[in-house]
């Protein structure tokens, strides 16, 4: 048929990928670079195959629904632009595809012709765009020194079970810890040995609490925990648990590193709590622990007001 091979020409020179089906989506017309795009050889092996060929198993119904609703719908304009979807090549890899499809008329008969552009590098791009921001957030959200959390990391998670008390009634505690006299280790041995005292202690806490206790750095000799679902005498047994084996830990080195701790509970519904609030108390709490001698851990009161 003539106007078959002047489409067929025609299908050569453009710049994407084309195939023409018929309303039984069987495949009439495919150019060269369709048949390279999905990895066969000659236009006859897809040529007279249904669109399924082309397609993974797992859309061929839905697919054959597409295709019915297209056909009577008997507008012939652009259908589908920028649609993306999965192919299938000849070898069973997947391809990430992007098509135009619009109806088309030969001898009175209805077709449809869908042009080609292969996403997978789009999605591959994409995906890597992802995965950078996603290493970024959680770069800034770490302490590079010890890799915990950081400050940003810790009182977002304190706004999160903030706002968990409030409307699913879960309590929680939160502890702020300094270490005391850390001052006399830097200046005594110097800066970096106060970096491996402080990786050290880090590693102490965070094996010390449980796997769902979130343990951050805060400053600069300051950590703090938040213990999800804790209630004051779970998070007093862990805490008391991490001030022990941090003694234990340095026992044998020429300088003792112990610390102070101030622990806030919060679980009382009746009560409204900001993370400023909660941090000042704990805090409080905690420089009472240095004023009492250090090496212990007090509880904080949180009051109405
Ligand atoms: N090595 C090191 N030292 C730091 C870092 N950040 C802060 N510091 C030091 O940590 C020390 C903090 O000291 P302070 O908390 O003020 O006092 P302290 O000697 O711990 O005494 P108390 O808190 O009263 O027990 C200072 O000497 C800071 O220079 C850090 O990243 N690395």
């Known amino acids: 048929m003539k106007t078959h091979r002047t489409i067929a020409e025609l299908l050569e020179v453009i710049p994407d990928a084309a195939l023409i089906m018929n309303r039984s989506s ?10 390279s795009m999905f990895g066969y050889q000659q236009r006859r092996e897809l040529i007279g195959n249904k669109l399924d060929i082309l397609l993974p198993a797992a859309v061929h119904m839905m ?4 295709v019915a609703a297209f056909f009577s719908r008997a507008e012939n304009r652009p259908m589908g632009k920028g649609f993306e979807f999965l192919g299938r090549r ?10 135009m499809l619009s109806h088309v008329e030969f001898d ?6 869908a042009f080609v552009r292969d996403s997978t590098s789009n999605k591959l791009t994409e995906d890597k765009i992802r995965r950078e921001l996603e290493q970024e957030r959680v770069l800034a959200l770490t302490d590079h020194l010890t890799g915990l959390a950081n400050r940003r990391a810790f009182v977002e998670e ?4 903030i706002e968990l008390l409030r409307t699913q009634e879960r309590q929680f505690a939160v502890c702020f810890i ?6 006399i280790i830097n200046d005594t041995y110097g800066h970096e040995i106060g970096d491996e005292v402080l990786q050290q202690v880090a590693h102490v806490v965070k094996a010390g609490c449980r796997a769902s206790d979130l343990v951050a750095r805060v400053g600069g000799d300051e950590f703090a925990t938040i213990h999800a679902g804790a209630t004051l005498e779970d998070a007093m047994h862990v805490l008391e648990r991490v001030r022990k084996m941090l003694v234990q830990e340095f026992a044998e080195h020429h300088w003792p590193v112990t610390l102070s701790m101030g622990v806030c509970h919060c679980g009382d519904a009746n009560l409204s709590y900001d993370v400023a609030s909660i941090l000042r108390v704990a805090d ?14 007090k509880i904080a009161r949180v009051s109405a007001d």
């Open 26 to 35: 069987e495949l009439v017309l495919v150019n060269s670079m369709l048949v």
């Open 63 to 66: 697919h054959e629904k597409h």
């Open 90 to 99: 000849k070898d069973e890899s997947m391809i990430h595809v992007e098509i």
């Open 108 to 113: 009175g008969e209805p077709f449809a012709i």
């Open 158 to 161: 304190l706004e999160r079970d």
């Open 178 to 183: 300094d270490l005391d006299d850390f001052k």
């Open 284 to 297: 409080k709490a905690m420089y009472e622990a240095k004023q009492q001698g250090k090496n212990q851990i």
